[in-house]
């Protein structure tokens, strides 16, 4: 299992992974499903009509690919993508945040792979951060930007 | 006194995915919808709506 960000994640999610992931099981913490959820989080009337870049991304959707992605962002295939549970790992990214200056999405990744043993593969530089990868070297994770 | 708005709890109501409900085979997105998705991963779009959200909370920056 390869643990991924949120920039690995989607492509795979719709059946476009990275070439270099593309024969592996991989792995979405919880609250990294959580907040690529909200960035593709598709408008509705009312006073829940945020007008803002979130709500654009899904909107070049159509209704029916819409409701497919989030039935993938629920529930995807076992076979392609898991969302990790988070419960298990709160007392190790408590600690690993009470570590690091890391935030709560950083150190449930960090949980995520010390607990399960699990490489990381992000698919920006933007995920990783200078503490992310002191606490990656520190605690001998196997962590790795890889390219589109 | 609150008023309800009814309207704004079904939309909610609505939104939770119930995998048991799902009819079997998992549906397949549009060639253009999934070229999209993939596209807007690695080019910088996805990037700055998630470091929009990480910057207005800090717990889910990064």
Known sequence: MILV???????ALV???????????????????????RALLDPRPGRLEIRGRFTRLAEALTATDRQLLHERLADPDPAVLTIVDPRSLIRTA?????T??????????????????????????????APVRQAADELRLDLAVIEP | MVRVDRDLRDWLRGLAV?????????????????????????????????????????????
């Open chain 2, 18 to 62: 119930q995998p048991e409900k799902r009819n079997g085979e998992r549906g397949k997105l549009s060639r253009e919808g999934a070229e999209y998705l993939e596209r807007i991963a690695t080019d910088g779009t996805l990037k700055a709506a998630l470091e929009e959200i990480g910057a207005t909370e800090p717990d889910l920056s990064g």
């Open chain 1, 100 to 129: 690091y200056a890391v935030s709560l999405l950083q150190a449930e990744t960090l949980a995520a792979a010390v607990t399960h043993d699990w490489a990381i593969r992000f698919g920006d530089h933007g995920s990783l951060s």
């Open chain 1, 5 to 11: 960000d949120e920039y690995a994640a989607l492509p």
């Open chain 1, 15 to 37: 059946d476009m992974p990275p070439a270099t992931l593309a024969d592996e099981s991989l792995a979405l913490t919880y609250s990294r499903a959580y907040r690529l959820t």
């Open chain 1, 94 to 98: 408590a600690a690993i945040q009470n």
